[in-house]
């Protein structure tokens, strides 16, 4: 049976071809690390050992001169494009490569991933190794055991026969062979110990003469020794109570003792396993699981079976795993506060070793966050470019990018859970470099950034559901305000609040920041519109921070000739546009009104579907359109291409109870066209006179091809040097560059260049929710109502006219240069990009050469040159022509800016913004109509004054006085915040951004829910445990803290985090890249609730008399656990021959915690037997981890580490079951497991 059998059958095939393109391997160029430069190599898919290899393109057989190889199972992740160490290594060689062509293989089984980066010939084959990849990655680990060990046993075939045919002994006469020597010494790297002569009576004497084995014989004498003879018998005494009864002589759920049929299969999943969803499975259920399971063609029957082997191999099986699979979905009370959850926390993210002298890396926090981890760190330092650099300060540690960091927890926070991500920020940066990670994080994260609480009026921490997918800071908050002003140096906030009509309501006791943006005044006045330069109303606030103002113009005084003629109001005039656009738009929900394959009304009729038919007949019969019925008014028509000439089908109409049925055929009605022509997309259409099925659908007519204004190969540089001069309303369409369903109507308004995106879904195109049926009736509809304010589509630009057009700018760019112009700054500014604009300065900025240009932030830069290049051209403070980094800046004052910018009503609701700080306002006559004062605004920021309008004298003297008042109180603000920021060594622009997780000195009162404290190990092992547990337990259930490991730990090792958690701390931040025993109990606990990085805790832990050490605390529930460790499989330690043993502990409660059982040392590691029980209690499940670890001990009876698995003990499965071993790193082992039989078993209360 194929491997993608739970493929459907079209997606099977599509997948087959790619897997085979990747079978048959490509050329591609290979990075390598820093000691060889990129080659060409041939990568090839291996599907028997699901493998990826690369050999030289010289290699004659690739399959065996192979360079390397990575096994399937091993990927975690695949990139598209260039994200990797490689390609930043090369990124000079690498510009040459496209995007798309590049993709990396992230691989590896420890912490640290190794990287494979590529890059294909071309886009579809870098598409096919990346979507081929993907689904055999998935194909690969959801496969059966059986299939597992084969496709092991075929790699490690193949390699000896690889060793072998690059020994002197092989030739072409004389191929590679595996001997029977070469199995012995196979067995003994896999720990199977045996005597020769026991070894030698496994082989027939066919085999031993030969001395040749094939893989038949190799893997069928592997299956043999890997079932004991004395399991079976061992199984017989366990199985059904044997082992009490006494010894049994049969297995009880084989009739035959040879196979188990699905009936008795579902008695043993019944009885023994105990599994309450088995009695409802029905015998084709299991049936169909044992196909599944065997994969084997020639048992494909209606009454499969399992071999007693294949029975035993089930149980090893990763299928019967220990662990309750429903825990792998989030299934807790996700709406509880903060504060009632463990989080998954890691300390110092960035470091992919120890702490002295490891690399940095932001691959560790891809790791991490996909890992499940919710609360990272990132510490901060001061770095270049003005943004901080990550890494271990003091230390020989590698930096990091500030910027790279928070741009790569950008792309994985969400990926594993979506949940809250929280950012621990260490802030060792100066005040300046605070301002420019603040702007970083806001613009990188956007929305995803938590800036504003909740809830105004919360009492406690939001829940992890109101918190979803949102990227959340930790660090240190400025004092608020308040405290300061009660000392009286601030007196005018009184006075402020209590100005204008607009006050908000709020005393100085509240505790949020509303306070620092509380409204002053507000109202209606008039500004000029820099468009139509009018006078309009537009809607002001007044803060004690800024002077707020809204562009949405009163739609009665907005100069709309078309309404002013009816003398109609506001909302006339709203509900009169409305009326139009319903008019002008086919704005029609119906199912198949946005279908390619429906065409509307024809204005050729039944002819023009002919002409359409007969245009694209190469599509073959059933290549169809359906359009309105010009015959019978209301009805549509089915037009189809059958045997070399169109037909036509008229679908019928009829109302039953009160709703419209089509069909084409009586008494077989459809509830919607939509439903119908799919119907009979699938299914035959029959008459007396023809049967097809509908295939293509006719392409729909691209009229504005034809259009004077439709440019299909103009670029947007183009657009703007040809349209800057023309007169207002001139406009093109064209294609955009940035989607491909797309047009752009890129249009002048007052010598502006605006951008308007079209998008086409099927066959509508659409602006914000406009609808229309083609681009030529879109166009039509602006030309007589305005797209933008007032402006509407009035002077179409032919191709023609945009050649001359720009012929003239380039005509001038010319004659500038030869008359006495900079040669070298036209060179700069570049032949696409308009001379001037004015730029607004994002972030501070200090130059490093004498041709450079300095500034602060919000400095407004004028006369800027812009390039292509990250450099520009400006001047500022009296520096003329200094260069200026560009990504520092935007353009405020620019010939061409996107317009893209329309809310949810339709209208240009742009809402913008003056900082009062500084700010000099005067009032002064004004002569022009209907305004009687003019309010001028200058700050030290604006190029040029800010001047608002007045038709009412008291309203203008109210505004200036209170404009004075808010400037006056905004400078003492500004000068007591400096003060508080050079105490906290906090920015305020970084303080506003921390709202929950403040971070604060622990104080053993008035506790407020927002802040949270952090503790060394040390210091809360004193505080937790020995001076006041009761207090923190207190604490923990509404506060929020962090506990990190000591600063000697520098190998990066953890601490035991369970103490901490029982006594209620959320946060126990570990060493991610350190594969040890606090590591693996801490994946253990957060792989519960769906690996979503949140556990809810214990309800018994929110009560007052709960103590963590107290096993007779209220809510606790013993239980009795039963283990039977009766054998394993695969316990390898590097190829070592080993002696294995198991230990099993619990780890939880003080009083719980403990080794509870040690096996006997067993002398094989291939398929031990040990079949010892243990049984021991456990007094608070809910806090119990448990663990088994298996040990090797050497010829000094000293132990090492082999494998392990931890399990939360609310999370097992009782019954026989496998424990999936893993490596110290939580990472599974191929193949490695052992058996048990778990019982667990409620304690009843004395």
Known sequence: MSCFSAMNAPLLGEMEQTIGMLERGTIVTKLYGKQRRPDRRHLMLIRETRQLLWATVAAQTPRTDYEGAIQLREIKEIRVGKHSKEFRLFADDCQRFESSKCFVILYGSHFKLKSFSVVALSEIEADNWVRGLRYMVRDTLGAPYPLQIDRWLRREYYQMENVNSHSTKASEASPAQVTIKDFKLFLAGVSCKMTTSKFMECFTEDVRRKHDLKFDDF?????????????????????????????????????????????????????????????????????????????????????????????????????????????????????????????????????????????????????????????????????????????????????????????????????????????????????????????????????????????????????????????????????????????????????????????????????????????????????????????????????????????????????????????????????????????????????????????????????????????????????????????????????????????????????????????????????????????????????????IILKEPVPQPKKHEDQEWFHPNTTKEQAEQGLFKLDIGSFLVRPSVQSVNAFVISFTINRKIKHCRIMQEGRLYGIDTMNFESLVSLIHYYTRNPLYRNVKLCHPVSQELLRQALAEVNDQGDHRSHDGGNGAASNYMGSNLEEYVTCKALYSYKANKPDELSFPKHAIITNVQRDNSMWWIGDYGGMIKKHLPANYVKVIDSATEDYNSINEDGTDGRTESIEIFGAVASLFESNEPGIIFKLQIQTPTMQNPFVIGFDNQETAYEWIKAIQDAALFASQLATERRKKERTARVAKEMSDLIIYFRSVPFREHSWIFQEMSSFPETKAEKQFFQQNTQLFLSYHRNQISRVYPKGQRLDSSNFNPMPFWNIGSQMIALNYQTGDRAMQLNQAKFRNNGQCGYILKPAFMKTDSFNPNDPLSDGLSEVKVSIRLIAARHLFRGGKSNNPQIVVEIVGASFDTGIKYRTKVNENGFNPVWNEMCEFTVRNPQFAILRFEVQDEDMFAETHFIAQACYPLTCVRPGYRSVILRNKFSEELELSSLLVNVKIASVPSP
């Open 219 to 691: 893997s069928r004498l592997y299956q043999k020794l890997l079932l004991p003879t004395s399991f079976p018998s061992v199984m017989c005494n366990t199985v059904g109570g044997g082992a009490l009864a006494g010894a049994a002589t049969s297995f009880p759920y084989s009739e035959d003792q040879q196979t188990v049929r699905p009936a008795e299969l579902k008695r043993f999943l019944e009885t023994e396993q105990r599994d309450i969803s088995a009695s409802e499975l029905s015998s084709t259920a299991i049936a169909t699981f044992i196909r599944d399971f065997v994969q084997d063609v020639e048992r494909d029957v209606q009454e499969p079976y399992l071999s007693i082997s294949e029975f035993m191999d089930f149980l090893f099986s990763k299928q019967n795993d220990l662990w309750n699979s429903k825990y792998d979905s989030v299934f807790m009370d996700m709406n509880q506060p903060l504060s009632s959850y463990w989080i998954a926390s890691s300390h110092n993210t960035y470091l992919t070793g120890d702490q002295f002298s490891s690399e940095s890396s932001c691959e560790a926090y891809a790791r991490a966050l996909r890992m499940g981890c919710r609360c990272i760190e990132l510490d901060c330092w001061n770095g270049p470019d003005n943004l901080p650099y990550i890494f271990h300060g003091h230390t020989m540690t590698s930096k990091i990018k500030f910027m790279d960091v928070i741009k790569t927890i950008k792309d994985h926070a969400f990926i594993t859970s979506e949940y809250p991500v929280i950012l621990s920020i260490e802030q060792n940066c100066s005040l300046e470099q605070q301002r420019n990670m603040a702007q970083a994080l806001i613009e990188v994260f956007g929305d995803m950034l938590l800036t504003q609480p909740c809830d105004r009026n919360e009492q406690h921490l939001p829940s992890p559901y109101q918190l979803r997918r949102k990227i959340i800071l930790k660090h240190k908050k400025l004092p608020q305000f308040d405290e300061i002003g009660n000392g009286g140096s601030l007196t005018h906030r009184s006075s402020l609040g209590g100005a204008g009509g607009g006050g908000a309501g709020g005393g100085p006791g509240e505790a949020d920041g509303e306070n620092m943006r509380k409204v002053v005044k507000d109202g209606l006045l008039y500004f000029k519109d820099p468009v139509d330069k009018s006078w309009n109303l537009y809607q002001f606030v007044l803060t004690q921070q800024e002077l707020i103002y809204s562009s949405e113009i009163n739609e009665s005084r907005n100069g709309n000739s078309e309404d002013d003629d009816f003398g109609l109001s506001s909302s006339c005039s709203l509900n009169n546009n409305m009326q139009q656009k319903q008019k002008d738009t086919s704005a029609n929900d119906e199912l198949h009104f946005g279908e390619n394959w429906f065409h509307g009304k024809l204005e050729g009729g039944r002819k023009e579907a002919d002409d359409l038919l007969k245009k694209y007949n190469h599509l073959g019969d059933g290549t169809f359109l359906v359009r309105e019925s010009a015959t019978f008014v209301g009805d549509y028509s089915l037009s189809f291409w059958r045997r070399n000439r169109p037909n036509h089908c008229r679908i019928k109409l009829k109302h039953e109870n009160g709703s419209i049925k089509y069909y084409l055929v009586e008494n077989f009605v459809f509830d919607s066209l939509y439903s119908l022509i799919v119907y009979y997309r699938n299914n035959m259409l029959r008459s007396s006179e023809f049967s």
